[in-house]
């Protein structure tokens, strides 16, 4: 069984508990005959970086000069990693490359993780990737948390699983670092990889607030950091959670890939399976007890002389310390000061400081033993100085070896961590001395602090630790302790927990007893830890190593396959070993006399390919060399330059001063002239406003213009038209007057003619009535006369009742033109039927009745003819000149009457008989061409008459040119 | 005249690979018309042949052997359930041209002539006769190279070569079979042929190609389908350290070869060349067989370098 242990160093360098159990652990597998290859990081001078190099031990641990030959061996490979390299991606990423080669190089056949700090979650896909079951080891909170001490700067521990707590104390590390001048110093030279956490009292009051703020309060805008500040510490940390959470991702990826995980605590375990969602089991570590318990233990006089007891024997009844606490219980051995110590690792989060704070003042009653060291130069210089300057003794590094014999020269043993403390191994050496301890209260020290007792269920056969029934101090509940507990940080309490143990002989009595009769996982020896390991190697190399040979390949090929898997499976130094003894062989077997080394020196001789690639790297370095140099010469001409530059820059400073302060001017100018464009604009804006309302206005009004030159067009166009009209007009209304001087001379003068005629006529008829009425009442005179005459004269009665004794004929009145009636007297022709029996005594009357009834009716036809003619001079005079020439004949036109019966007959011809020679008052001349001749003469320069325009009074004014005479 | 061959073809059970030789060769028996043998060895060890060849070709006849054993020990079975005195042993991955068959045979009346190879083209590249690489010592090591190009085209007959390509060799049946076949030391493949025909060069015989017979050689459809590369690789430089092992004749030759043998073995031991490590591990493993080989060869006439001389021409 071939094993690859990564650890996280070795003594010299590293003497941590946990890289002494990597080392006893694989001293252990050794003695267990199982092949070992530490691999662990280590700075190595000298070499290039990431440079490997591998040294057996035997598996006592002694180097190559002092190992016994014929004990099995281990070996440790270092790989070159300076202290000072921080840790970084691109670190992890190289250190990993170099463990891959390691992995090829030894070809173990399980890697066993020890830890994981600075190769990251690649190391077990590299791993993974060449087949090898892998195991992995929790002792911290790394598979959890960067910081695996889960711990912020100021020493304050936060809650597994809080990463923003834990983003919040990386970026506060980062703060500290780039911390310069005073701020600086004070945290001491020399931080390195190993600068997690700084003691407040080594920074100022100020960095100290500022560095407390951040840790623990939330970013929000207080004074000096507004808004955007606190915006911007936000961001900050969230791109830090972010990329803790991309950490964590990753090691659950990679651990999940793992095949085994453990834990050195129950509650590690548990806490993370919850953490890293993938099961871990606790295994508690062992410690090398029989060396410890080995140790002779001084017994202490009054004097403080130590005197050698008898051998010790590992039996416990006679074990030194019995003999000793049965002769020791004398005034002398009482008033000695308790021997309290501190091991390992002095770094902050073990709490060394809160330990020397705890024991000031207490000389006498406490004696304080510091053991042990840490690259941490400025801590432990810092402690070193305060527990020299109290009293404390300050013994400094050790090594395993000197180990019992420091526990043996203790009384307890203190672990005041202020971190998460997991399983330290101090605390097993410690038990296995036989120690009480006084430790921090954490979850998993409790667990091996408070252990059940034997017979209690609690616990159960995994508890870390048990207690025979009746040994031991009560602890809480059905624990048994084996120490105190305090809580962590916590000097004061830690003192008193000191006192007491001091001061109380029957509990550091129990204390003691229940330490001596422990049993269980807290007394696991290495070997039989050693032993579970192998037995889970075994398990998990069973199946790989059956999935190694191919077995896809032909049967006759098999062997073949089969005898590459075993060569492949070998360590390259055994391979090599098997070839450089199968080269010997051949040798002899080719019948050569030249020895191996003769061939081998003939062979370095001849050149190789590793002295060509080389030959090729050194060029290849000769020319970065060069180029280098080019670079560094190029770098000091822009030094140069860069100086020559400044000289310039610092004349354009000045320069630009005196135009900044020109320019200052030239501001000032331009606000001025600025203010003056804001009015401007103002006032350009207004008038751009009022220009556009003008314009407006402008188009508006030449769409006026337009508008009233098209109106004033159409104007001048009916102007023209009226102007066409107008002289058209006026020549017809100089024809029309012509025409109405004619008929003024016919018409109006025959009108006033007719119109005295009428006068005359009505005069003559209002006579003519009269004198019918007379004549009437004459006749009825002479009726009556004749009545008298006859009835003198003996006439028929008959004859003279006929006489009409009233006038037969009733003034009518005829209806004219317009509805007006004008009184005509209507003398409907006599119908007496006795005009024909007696005509001869009335016929002459009757004769000229007839007869000037006659000549009136022809009167009034004449009279209605001519009020006819007056109605349509008139109207057509209307009709000519009521719109135009108005005045006063048309307003005389107007006003003639339409006295004149319309129904009367019209005689076609006018020529009434003796109408123009009878005399009877009336004297109507006749028309020139009789009716029809004044109709024509009229008609003749008369327009023809229209019926009404419907049209208005403008579109009146244009006529059809055809309608023009 | 002709004379009738036995066909032997040993074959893994790539059926595909294997009908298309068997189509090229049922064409040249027929043309030939002297009723060759056709003889596929099944070293499958599932006898998975018979039953698909029995219909399609019933003129084969399928020789299964009961167990994996690889192509010698194929070859070697082939060898001996052949009828005829000629042995034409071809891989599966190689057809044959017309006329290649009748220009074998007619080499082989040559009694000198142990071992005759037709011009084999890879993939058929006029420009790449598999037949013509040779062998060569350099820098203390054997080294097989190809032949590029064009052959001359004066060539005559036969043309000597170092070694027959095991993928197309015809021989006397009785001489294969004295010899004992190929070494077993080279199993399971690679440089077999080589062995077999510096042997022969050795023991004062002739390998000679024949640039009238032309086959070509497909190769990847054995090797490369069966076998992993690195597997592949590992057995080929083991081969080729074997085969030398074997033949090193002057103490000079074996201090040359030694001396580089140690340069490399250093070199890649501080490089970390781990590959050849284990090359070279695998074939220092088999020394006992080298001891073996080296001393069947006492009645070798040459050495080395005096064989691949005359190989040369």
């Known amino acids: 069984m071939r094993v690859a242990l990564v650890a996280r160093g070795t003594a010299p360098d590293r003497r941590s508990g946990f890289d002494v159990h990597s080392l006893g652990l694989a001293r252990a597998l050794a003695r267990a005959g199982v092949e070992v290859e530490v691999f662990a990081a280590r700075a190595l001078a000298g070499l290039a970086p990431l440079a490997q190099r591998r040294e057996e031990r035997d598996s006592e641990g002694r180097d190559p000069q002092e190992r016994d030959p014929k004990r099995r061996t281990f070996a440790v490979t270092f790989v070159n990693v300076p202290d000072t390299e921080p840790a970084s991606p691109e670190s992890e990423r190289r250190l990993v490359e170099a463990f891959g080669a390691f992995l090829d190089r030894e070809r173990p056949q399980v890697v066993h993780f020890e830890h994981l700090v600075g190769f990251g979650p690649g190391a077990v896909d590299e791993a993974r990737r060449r087949g090898l079951p892998t195991v992995f080891v929790a002792h911290d909170w790394w598979a959890a948390h960067d910081s695996r001490h889960a711990v912020l700067p100021d020493l304050t521990a936060f809650e597994p699983g809080d990463l923003e707590r834990e983003a919040r104390g990386a970026l506060a590390l980062r703060w500290l670092a780039g911390l310069s001048g005073s701020e600086r110093a004070r945290l001491g030279p020399g931080l390195g990889a190993a600068f997690q956490s700084v003691l407040l009292e080594q920074l100022s009051a100020a960095t100290g607030a500022r560095l407390e703020a951040f840790l623990h309060v939330p970013p929000t805008p207080t004074a000096g950091r507004g808004a955007r500040g606190a915006r911007a510490e936000g961001s900050a940390l969230e791109q830090e959670v972010e990329r803790l959470r991309a950490r964590q991702a990753a090691k659950r990826a990679a651990l999940g890939q793992v095949d085994a995980r453990f834990a050195t605590s129950r509650h590690l375990a548990r806490r993370l399976s919850t953490l890293v969602g993938r099961a871990f089991s606790f295994r508690a570590p062992g410690v090398d007890r029989d060396t410890i318990r080995a140790a002779e233990r001084p017994v202490r006089t009054l004097e403080g002389t130590l005197e050698d007891t008898a051998e010790v024997t590992a039996d416990l009844g006679t074990d ?106 101090v605390l097993r050496e410690a038990y296995a001395a036989g120690l009480p301890v006084v430790v921090s209260d954490t979850e998993a020290l409790r667990e091996s602090v408070l252990v059940a007792r034997d017979g209690d269920e609690a616990g159960g056969p995994d508890a870390p630790g048990r207690v ?73 190399v069973g199946a790989v190593e059956r999935r190694r040979v191919p077995t896809d390949v032909p049967a006759h090929l098999a062997g073949l396959a089969r005898q590459v898997a075993a060569l492949e499976a070998l360590p390259t130094r055994t391979l090599f070993q098997e070839v450089t003894r199968g080269l010997e062989r051949l040798g002899a077997a080719v019948g050569l006399d030249a020895s191996p080394h003769e061939l081998m020196a003939l062979a370095v001789g001849r050149g190789s390919r590793t002295r060509d690639e080389r030959g090729a790297d050194a060029r290849a370095i000769e020319w970065l060399r060069s180029s280098v140099r080019e670079l560094g010469e190029a770098r000091t001409n822009l030094e140069a330059r860069s100086r020559w530059r400044e000289e310039e820059l610092r004349g354009l400073a000045d320069r630009i001063g005196w135009q900044e302060q020109r320019l200052a001017e030239r501001e000032l100018e331009l606000q001025t002239l600025r203010a003056e464009r804001d009015d401007h604009g103002s006032v350009r804006e207004v008038l751009e406003d009022e220009r ?80 019918h009425e007379t004549l009437t009442q004459h006749e009825v005179w002479l009726r009556r006369q004749v009545v008298e005459l006859f009835e003198g004269l003996g006439a028929p009665a008959g004859a003279v009742q006929r006489a009409p004794t009233q006038p037969t004929g009733a003034v009518q009145r005829a209806p004219t033109q317009g509805g007006a009636t004008s009184p005509t007297p209507v003398f409907a022709p006599r119908d007496d039927p006795h005009a024909a029996d007696d005509p001869t005594m009335l016929r002459p009357f009757d004769r000229a009745l007839e007869e000037g009834r006659a000549r009136f009716a022809r009167l009034v036809s004449e009279l209605a003819w001519r009020r006819g ?13 009521t719109r135009f020439a108005g005045g006063e004949l048309a307003t005389r036109a107007r006003s003639w009457p339409a006295v004149f019966d319309v129904e009367m007959p ?60 | 005249m002709t004379r009738p061959v036995s066909i032997v073809i040993p074959s893994l059970g790539d059926l595909h690979q294997l009908e298309r030789a068997l189509t090229a060769l049922r064409a040249e028996v027929q043309a030939r018309g002297v009723e060759d043998q056709l003889l596929v060895v099944d070293d499958t060890g599932t006898d998975v042949l018979r039953s698909a060849l029995d219909v399609p070709w019933p003129e084969v006849r399928v020789h299964a052997r009961k167990e994996n054993g690889g192509f010698a020990a194929a070859a070697f079975d082939g060898a001996q359930a052949a009828d005829y005195r000629l042995m034409l042993l071809l891989q599966p991955d190689v057809v044959v041209r017309p006329g290649a068959i009748t220009a074998l045979v007619e080499a082989l009346v040559d009694g000198s002539v142990f071992a005759a190879a037709p011009r084999i083209l890879e993939h058929g590249d006029e420009d790449r006769p598999v037949s013509r690489r040779v062998l060569a010592i350099e820098d203390g090591r054997l080294g097989v190279h190809d032949t590029r190009g064009p052959m001359p085209a004066d060539e005559g007959q036969t043309v000597p070569i170092a070694f027959a390509p095991s993928c197309a060799l015809l021989v006397r049946r009785e001489e294969f079979l004295a010899a004992g076949g190929f070494d077993e030391l080279f199993a399971p493949l690679y440089f077999e042929d080589v062995d077999f025909g510096l042997t022969a060069w050795r023991r004062g015989r002739r390998i000679v190609e024949v640039p009238a017979a032309v086959v070509e050689h497909h190769a990847g459809g054995t090797v490369s389908t069966h076998v992993p590369d690195a597997l592949a690789r590992a057995a080929y430089e083991r081969n080729r350290l074997l085969v030398q092992w074997k033949h090193l004749g002057s103490k000079r030759e074996a201090h040359d070869h030694l001396v580089s043998l140690w340069r490399d073995a250093l070199d890649a031991g501080l490089a970390g060349r781990r590959d050849e490590l284990v090359h070279l591990a695998l074939a220092l493993g088999e020394l006992d067989g080298v001891d073996a080989a080296r001393a069947s060869l006492v009645d070798a006439r040459i050495n080395l370098g005096t064989a691949l001389a005359r190989a040369r021409g």
């Open chain 1, 320 to 425: 030194s310390r019995d003999r000793q606490d049965r002769s020791s219980q004398t005034k002398a051995q009482q008033a000695t000061p308790l021997r309290v110590g501190f091991l390992g690792s002095i770094t902050k989060e073990r709490g060394l400081h809160v330990l020397l704070a705890a024991c000031d003042g207490l000389a006498g009653k406490v004696e304080l033993h510091i053991h042990g060291d840490s690259s941490d130069r400025a801590y432990v210089s810092r402690m070193r100085h305060r527990a020299e300057t109290m009293g404390a003794i300050w013994h400094g590094a050790y090594t395993q070896d000197e180990l019992p014999r420091r526990l043996a020269e203790l009384d307890a043993v203190c672990l005041p961590s202020v971190w998460p403390d997991n399983a330290p191994l």
């Open chain 1, 869 to 881: 003619e007056m109605d349509a001079a008139r109207i057509a005079a209307t009709n000519l000149f």
């Open chain 1, 906 to 965: 019209r005689p076609a011809q006018f020529e009434l008989p003796g109408s123009a020679e009878e005399n009877t008052g009336v004297v109507l001349p006749a028309p020139r061409g009789g009716v029809q001749g004044l109709r024509d003469g009229v008609g003749a320069g008369l327009p023809q008459q229209r019926a009404p325009s419907p049209v208005g009074p403008r579109e009146a004014l244009v006529r059809p040119t055809e309608e023009r005479p």
């Open chain 1, 692 to 771: 556009h309302t003008l314009r407006e206005e402008i188009a508006r009004r030449e769409a006026e213009q337009l508008r009233l030159g098209e109106q004033v067009e159409e104007a001048r166009n009916a102007l023209r038209s009226l102007t066409d009209e107008r002289d058209w007009l006026r020549d017809t209304l100089d024809r029309g007057n012509e025409e109405l001087r004619w008929l003024r001379e016919h018409v109006a003068g025959d009108i006033e003619d007719a119109l005295t005629d009428r006068e005359a006529i009505e005069m003559h008829f209002e006579r003519l009535c009269r004198e």
């Open chain 1, 468 to 540: 025979a029934q009746g040994q031991g101090v009560e602890g809480a509940g059905t624990a048994t302790a084996l120490g105190l507990l305090v809580p962590p940080g916590d000097s004061g309490a830690l003192r008193a927990a000191l006192v007491r143990l001091a001061d109380d002989e029957t509990l550091r009595a129990s204390l003691v007893a229940a330490v001596r009769h422990l049993e269980g996982p807290l007394t696991k020896r290495l070997g039989q830890e050693a032993g579970e390991w192998l037995a889970t190697y075994a398990q998990l």
